[in-house]
């Protein structure tokens, strides 16, 4: 499809979602539905602000894949639970969260909404692959600033970045991020490499904070060539940066890798346009039914039915 694709990080927007809604909102049988129902308005809202073409709802099928933790073991080892008869690793959510996910699934699936989660793979990885195979204009829906490295105005794609909802992102554009961070989408990756992320375990190079890793790749343009600029006596660096960057040698070989998104994931064969009708109709009615999903799907399910009309 060569319309505006519209890439859902569907975890991102369904914490935030969880935490926005107050669980006061639930089902008959008192179970809270807070992020199902935020979900639903988010999809609702996004769909009739933005009129995607094509919408797919990206999921994490491995949030912590082996082969990124290889390369770096400290890779979201803190967000780990250790179940107590040393089971496998867990991501730690909120006990009311989890029940959630197979209803927000099962929704989307009765919608004809694309649901796509890839073995092995994070949900940014997908997203990532969708965008680098896309023909038209893509919108990135995401709380994580990991994805602004695919920004790229040539391509028309951007990232739609929540602040305090999906009704008034942040527009992350090259300019956008140049104002921000002084790099482009391109670099956004070495940047972020070179600075670390706490959330996300990466120790990053002790000593360069986020401006200071601006500078050195707006002096030495990317990742290759700060590190021959450590090799270069005559190249500028200070004593420190150059002792710094050198002793983060093994890190830097193997962390591009693990945070630069995958462009390859092997993907599923799904249709991807925004559905006009449910695929389902009887299994959204028994949904909305069982889980109390009133208004949010209604709405939803208007704002689909009339999502086409000009396009």
């Not at 999906?166 to 940047?191: F, T």
């Not at 060539?225 to 200070?238: K, R």
């Not at 998104?261 to 109709?281: F, K, M, S």
């Amino acid at each position: 499809m060569t319309g505006r694709l519209m890439l859902l990080d569907t975890a991102s927007l369904y914490f935030r979602a969880y935490f926005g809604v107050p669980e006061s909102v639930k089902a008959p049988d008192g179970t809270p539905v807070n992020a199902v129902r935020g979900l639903l308005d988010f999809i609702d809202r996004l769909v009739r602000d933005h009129r995607p073409d094509a919408l797919v709802a990206c999921m994490d099928a491995d949030w912590r894949p082996a082969w990124r933790v290889e390369l770096i073991p400290s890779y979201k080892a803190h967000r780990v639970a250790e179940e107590r008869a040393g089971g496998p690793d867990a991501e730690e959510v909120p006990d009311t969260l989890s029940p959630q996910v197979p209803v927000i699934e099962a929704v989307l699936d009765a919608l004809g909404i694309a649901r796509v989660g890839v073995a092995g793979y994070e949900a940014d990885d997908v997203i990532g692959t969708f965008t680098a195979r896309a023909t038209g204009p893509v919108d990135i829906v995401t709380g994580d600033r990991d994805l602004f490295q695919l920004v790229d105005d040539a391509r028309g794609v951007r990232v739609l970045y929540p602040v305090k909802g999906v009704g008034n992102p942040q527009i992350m554009d090259e300019a956008a991020l140049r104002e921000k961070y002084g790099v482009d989408g391109g670099g956004y990756a070495d940047l972020a490499l070179l600075r670390g992320d706490p959330s996300d375990g990466l120790p990053g190079v002790p000593g360069v904070g986020e401006k200071t890793a601006a500078k050195l790749l707006e002096r030495f343009g990317d990742l290759a060539g700060i590190m021959a600029a450590v090799d270069d006596p005559a190249s500028g660096l200070t004593p420190a940066q150059r002792r710094r960057l050198d002793e983060a040698r093994a890190y830097v070989a193997v962390a591009p890798k693990v945070v630069r998104v995958a462009p390859d994931v092997p993907l599923p064969e799904v249709g991807t346009a925004l559905p006009r009708a449910p695929r389902d109709p009887e299994t959204v009615r028994a949904l909305a039914a069982r889980w109390n999903l009133g208004g949010s799907l209604q709405r939803l399910l208007a704002t689909l039915e009339g999502a086409t009309d000009g396009v």
